[in-house]
């Protein structure tokens, strides 16, 4: 069966320092990933997708990089964080380009 | 461009009462139609999809949704609720052909005991 784990679980960072949130997925080959990003109380803004290893693309950056080193690992970074970058940020892999399946989340907390 | 709207915020019902949350959507092409649901502090788990057929689609936990094209809707119903389906719900809206997907601002549904 496949599973998706997320890591750190939660992070309280301060502004200006970097961020890196790591995913990966188990039990599924060539995966599409995703990343998105959950304003407390929000809905799910899209942020990245990537379809294969090396290859990412971008919906809306929010001053976000993310990078998919391996077929199964998706990183979301950032050298300076805003106070404007907490919230809820969620993974995601699909086979089908269509049906999504999420993984626990990491909290983010900007002070 | 495409977009989704959930027009309640929040929806209160009594355990046992039917619900409906209303979802609308707006895309040119032929959608793929989705309900998620979030509980406190986790992420997102699939109820049900619509890709084509049956207009009426079943999902887990007794909910389900109906596609009215000429209305761009796609409401999820369930006909008798439980306490433990206290939760925020997400309509979301994708296609065959693009790897991007449009949430709704969500209903959180709160049951009453």
């Known amino acids: 069966a496949q599973t998706i784990h997320q890591w750190p679980v939660a992070e309280i960072k301060a502004v200006g320092s970097p961020l890196s949130l790591g995913c990966t997925i188990k039990?599924?080959?060539?995966?599409?990933l995703y990343w998105y990003w959950q304003a407390t109380g929000g809905t799910l803004q899209q942020l990245f997708y990537?379809?294969?290893?090396?290859?990412v693309e971008s919906v809306v950056q929010l001053n976000l990089s993310a990078s998919r080193p391996k077929d199964d690992q998706f990183i979301l970074s950032t050298e300076k964080l805003l106070l404007s970058h907490s919230g809820f940020y969620l993974c995601?892999?699909?086979?089908?380009?269509?049906?999504?399946?999420f993984g626990p989340g990491t909290r983010l907390t900007v002070l | 461009a495409q977009s989704v709207t959930q027009p309640d915020a929040r929806v209160t019902v009594s355990e046992g009462a039917s619900l409906q949350l209303r979802c609308k959507y707006s895309?040119?092409?032929?959608?793929?139609l989705f309900w998620y649901v979030q509980y406190p502090r986790q992420g997102l788990q699939l109820l049900l999809k619509?890709?084509?057929?049956?207009?009426v689609v079943q999902g887990v936990n007794g909910f389900e949704a109906e596609f009215i094209k000429s209305n761009s809707s796609f409401h999820l119903r369930k006909a008798s609720v439980h306490w433990s389906d206290s939760a925020v719900y997400f309509c979301?809206?994708?296609?065959?052909?693009?790897?991007?997907?449009?949430f709704g601002t969500g209903t959180r549904l709160q049951v009453l005991p």
């Open positions: 895309y040119s092409g032929t959608p793929y």
């Open positions: 039990g599924k080959s060539s995966p599409n």
């Open positions: 979301a809206v994708s296609s065959s052909n693009t790897n991007k997907v449009v």
């Open positions: 619509y890709y084509s057929g049956d207009p």
């Open positions: 995601a892999w699909s086979l089908d380009l269509v049906e999504q399946y």
């Open positions: 990537s379809i294969t290893v090396g290859q």
